[in-house]
């Protein structure tokens, strides 16, 4: 995909949540296409410096690494307190990593469930209250909140994790408005399917999914968010399916979406 404009004109970095793979990695490589030092935040070291490896050599950007587990409950602050330390100016948030899982919100594993949601609500909120504090005072910045086409209505079957993407999409607008007045702009950027690891999708099969379509490239993806971004929009659902989809699935009544869950098998519905 062609780059886009704007080339970074201050010293500001930008920092990626989960920027060691997936669409957090696509971000990141985009980011410093745009002459962005960066600092990638997530949980294992070794894919963090991989990665950071793979963006100094591809765009001669500085990259720090900064190995959190953002599901903690004080991360936001001993990320932003880490950040001090480094002396680096953020001028880009990007609030991304996340985790899936499917089933039923009463059997959830209560750690599992307890990590998504610091890691999907509590930390991106701190993360943009710590940072766009800073960015408020400087009177300019931009942040960028990863949500999902999930958050268009309430699916069953995904209850923790469509619930944090809707949170994540409802906190995003609001702090828009905020900030906005203060020359700092916030993005939504809600992807459909997507080719990475988040699902644990076995490589064929996302690989087919990609022939057929049915799941977007990270890169595609990233740029699209971008150049949303950059261009001071509220929200970007990329790929025109992926809007039909949104639109059609806030539309459609709820007795649809429990009728198709109780007759497809592939969605696990316990027999009672
Ligand atoms: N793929 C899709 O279809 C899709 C669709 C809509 C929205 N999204 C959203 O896009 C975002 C990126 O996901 P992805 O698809 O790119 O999946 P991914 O490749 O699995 O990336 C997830 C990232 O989050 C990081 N992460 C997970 N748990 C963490 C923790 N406790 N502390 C720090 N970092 C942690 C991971 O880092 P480690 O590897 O170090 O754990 C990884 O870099 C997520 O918010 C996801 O919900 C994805």
Redesign the pocket.
Known sequence: MASAAPVANSSGAALV??????????LAHRLALRGYPLLL????SD??ETAAAEIRTAHGVLVHVL??????PD?AQELHRRVQTLGLEVDILV??????FFGEAADAPTDRAN?LL???VVTPSLLCTLFGREMRERGRGHILI?????AWRDFPGIAY?GSS?RYLRGFARALRSEMGVHGVGVTC???????????GTAPETLRRGRQLGL??E?ER?AEVGLQALFAGRAECVPGIINRLLAHAAALTPQWVVDTIRRRASWLRVPQR
């Open positions: 949540t989960g920027g060691c793979s997936g669409i957090g990695k696509a935040v997530s949980e294992r894919r963090l190995c959190l587990d953002l599901a903690r991360a609030n991304n990593a996340g985790i899936f990590a610091q890691l999907q990863v949500s999902s086409i999930s994790y993407k950027l809600a992807p459909g399917p997507t080719a990475t690891a988040l699902y799941f977007l990270p993806v």
